[in-house]
């Protein structure tokens, strides 16, 4: 096989559905929404164009992810499950075993191989965030990249989670800048759009007698939740009931609508969400309005949507194309009790006071914001199962799922119960579009497709499940099903794996995972304990590792990593540089220095974000630095010689973990020390741009993206030896 797709004759021009035309396919993934975020899941949050697809098609309400972004695109995209093909954990996390390579091994084709081989066109547009973190730069290695592994045609980003007013974004092999700005009106979600639009309209253009896969992995709703204004002002006070009122109501509709089975218990409140009724009206009225920025978010999508089945419809190709609607994972709790302005708090370990908010509250869900809503809303949103994002139980894992396929769905509107998981989605795509997956690809042997096609559903809403065993582990924490039968544990970090005590639902019975049976059917909780072990050993889960956020600190630090560089040197004009790409200089001491001529005015290096980072800039005869460190905002300058060329620097000595220092210079001129308030153990979410400040504003201060004016001859990072890993927290 080339990897380049199968020359097909045309059928017809303008073929139409009912001529035997093999189906197109739209699969959709949704980022961190939970089971009851969806109308049609029995949410207030309006999403009619995704209900009027529920009503049209089946939804299921036994269908399951892992527990977070990367290692469920895996499984969705390979069919397999993703210890077996390399992806443990997230990008930017590397293990010293296969099973944690951060990338999808060549020994599992993906959908877009598959199908590419077999005539399909492909092509995606939205969140990769399946190839090595240290990948991201705009000069690759590009061997994990969209492109590479079977689609013809690429625009989204690249990493975990994107600013919608500020995307770092990248077409096919490119990183490219955003096409607008938020001040005209731009937002990620319908550029995303927008383009899979056009990807279809240039396929019935040029191709129209092959059919078509799109794979659409939105940005929505993971947080920064970013929304344009008029979204804001429609879910305007709907959540000041509260999430723990908000969780009753979706509970109740739920039930009302079929959507879970009669009798479902709604279980007590998780133990680390403060109860609403305890928070003061400052913390209430801040908690609230971060959730609307969620919803409105939401409701925007669905909106885009609806313009892209619209799209579809205007063309002729919506009869014949088998859609799916999914999230990747649970709602994520990093908001912690009352929610964060900015994202960068969780990852510093701060968490601001509602004081610190309230005076920007009119800025939530608008491009200077990058916020996150409460933990309590996280669990409304995974209503009415138990925890979050990143563990095993239901709240982590248990995610909706829409299937559509013309009027193929006996159906129309119905609520399906049987166990599925991502990796069944694959084998699904390929009984329907009639593929059978390669036993070898670009001559290497393929892994056995692990999942189980749910089609047999399509006609017989009502048949048992046949699904086998399924296994789930993420950083410890542990589950199992089998045959309605599920053993769960959330793991403590650090504490042995022996010791810690299983509980054990029904599901069958037990929805909710309400009743935990472990006392009194040992003998099925020692079977399932027996069957977990032996899944793991034959998906490559083993050895178990609960580290979470140290790898991500230690990341850079790696001597196998390209990023592992005590000198990195900036030539402009460059492409901005992904965070993933840039010089590791968070734990350690480091200087910059950069060499100019001309008129010298404008930014020498920006890396961040309106929320927290740092500038170097030449301005009104002096040079400025500008550090914000998710609050405090410290700001130093010196003024100018008049040589030309002049060499500038900024010096930054770390003296702790959170102790710092730094001083500039110029010429032969230094300034003196001045002392960082709070030095940031993560800078920013956001990348560096050398020579402007293209991504978000960091300072006030000048008029972004305020380019270098003159010459910006050479930018150089001189990074010290010694490292200082922050310690660990068991509460990440």
């Given amino acids: 096989m080339n990897g380049g797709g199968t020359e097909r004759k ?7 559905e009912g001529d035997g035309r093999r189906p197109d396919v739209l699969l959709i993934m949704f980022d961190d929404i939970g089971f009851s975020d969806l109308g049609c899941y029995g949410s207030e949050i309006d999403t009619p164009n995704l209900d009027a697809l529920a009503a049209g098609g089946h939804r299921y309400n036994n269908f399951h992810a892992t527990t977070l ?237 609806g313009r892209l089945f619209d799209h579809l419809k205007r063309v002729g190709r919506w009869d014949n194309t088998l859609i799916f609607v999914c999230s990747d994972n649970g709602a994520a709790m990093d908001g912690r009790d009352i929610g964060a302005f900015g994202r960068i708090h969780f990852f510093n ?68 119960d049987q166990f599925h998981h991502l990796i069944d989605i694959a084998p699904t795509i390929y009984e329907v579009a009639g593929v059978e997956p390669p036993a070898e690809y670009l001559g290497r042997s393929q892994l ?37 039968w599920k053993a769960v544990t959330r793991h403590t970090p650090g504490d042995p794996y022996a010791t810690e005590e299983w509980e054990l ?24 304990d027996r069957l977990f072990w032996r899944e793991a050993e034959a998906n490559d889960v083993l050895p178990l590792d609960d580290r979470y956020m140290e790898l991500f600190w230690s990341y850079s630090m790696d001597e196998r990593s390209p990023l592992y560089r005590r000198r990195v040197d900036y030539y402009p004009p460059l492409s901005h540089v992904e965070r993933a790409a840039t010089p590791p200089i968070e734990h350690c001491s480091y200087k910059i220095e950069a060499v100019a001529s001309g008129e010298m005015e404008g930014v020498i290096v920006a890396y961040g974000h309106p929320t927290s980072g740092f500038v170097l800039y030449m301005k009104d005869g002096r040079l400025h630095y500008e550090y914000n460190a998710a609050g405090p905002v410290i700001t130093h300058s010196i003024s100018l010689p008049d040589d030309d060329p002049l060499t500038l620097g900024f010096e930054f000595d770390l003296l702790g973990e959170r102790d710092g220092r730094g001083r500039l210079s110029a010429g032969d001129h230094r300034g003196g020390w001045f002392d960082f308030d709070r030095v940031l153990i993560w800078i920013s979410l956001a990348g560096m741009d050398v020579g402007r400040d293209e991504y978000g504003p960091i300072s006030t201060r000048y008029e972004a993206p305020f380019p270098f004016q003159g010459v910006l001859q050479r930018v150089t990072f001189r990074l010290g030896s010694e490292i200082k890993v922050p310690r660990r927290r068991d509460d990440y």
Avoid at 278 to 286: G, I, P, Q
Avoid at 358 to 364: G, S
Avoid at 372 to 401: D, E, F, M
Avoid at 508 to 525: G, I, Q, V
Wanted: net charge negative.
């Fill in 10 to 16: 045309p059928h017809a021009v303008g073929a139409t």
């Fill in 69 to 305: 972004c990367s290692p469920s695109r895996a499984c969705l995209l390979s069919g397999r499950n993703h210890h077996a093909v390399g992806m443990r954990m997230l990008t930017g996390t590397r293990y010293d075993y296969p099973s944690g390579q951060e990338r999808i091994t060549r020994r599992a084709a993906l959908i877009s191989e598959v199908l590419r081989e077999s005539g399909w066109n492909t092509f995606a547009a939205g969140k990769w965030h399946v190839l090595p973190a240290d990948s991201q730069g705009p000069a690759g290695p590009y061997g994990d990249w969209p492109l590479a592994r079977g689609f013809n045609g690429f625009y989204g980003f690249l990493g975990g989670a994107a600013d919608h007013y500020y995307p770092e974004l990248v077409r096919d092999n490119h990183h490219i800048e955003p096409p607008a700005r938020p001040e005209d009106g731009y937002h990620l979600t319908d550029d995303l759009i927008d383009r899979s639009s056009r990807f279809v309209s240039d396929h019935i253009a040029h191709r129209p007698w092959d059919p078509l896969f799109l794979y659409l992995p939105l940005g929505a709703a993971h947080a920064p939740h970013h929304a344009p204004p008029e979204y804001m002002e429609r879910v305007r006070g709907r959540f000041d009931a509260g999430y723990d009122r908000i969780r009753e109501q979706r509970h109740e509709r739920q039930l009302e609508a079929g959507i879970i089975p009669p009798g479902t218990d709604l279980p007590p409140s998780n133990p680390d969400v403060r109860p609403w009724a305890s928070l003061t009206a400052e913390e209430r009225l801040v908690s609230a309005r971060l959730q609307e920025a969620y919803a409105a978010f939401i409701e925007h999508t669905d909106a885009a949507l």
């Fill in 349 to 416: 370990d701060i968490e601001p006071g509602a004081a610190e908010i309230i005076d920007r509250i009119d800025e939530i869900g608008g491009p200077t914001a990058d916020s996150q809503y409460a933990r309590g809303w996280a669990q409304a949103s995974n209503t009415p199962l138990k925890w979050y994002k990143r563990y095993t139980h239901g709240g982590g894992i248990r995610v909706p799922l829409i299937v559509k396929w013309g009027d193929r769905t006996a159906s129309p509107g119905a609520v399906l």
């Fill in 448 to 484: 056995p497709i692990h999942g189980k096609s749910m089609a047999y559903t399509f006609g017989d809403p009502t048949a048992p499940s046949r699904k086998g065993p399924q296994y789930f582990e993420m950083t410890g924490h542990r589950g199992i099903w089998a045959d309605g």
């Fill in 505 to 528: 639902y029904h599901l069958d019975e037990d929805f909710s995972e309400f009743t935990d049976l472990a006392a009194s059917e040992p003998e099925k909780l020692a079977e399932l």
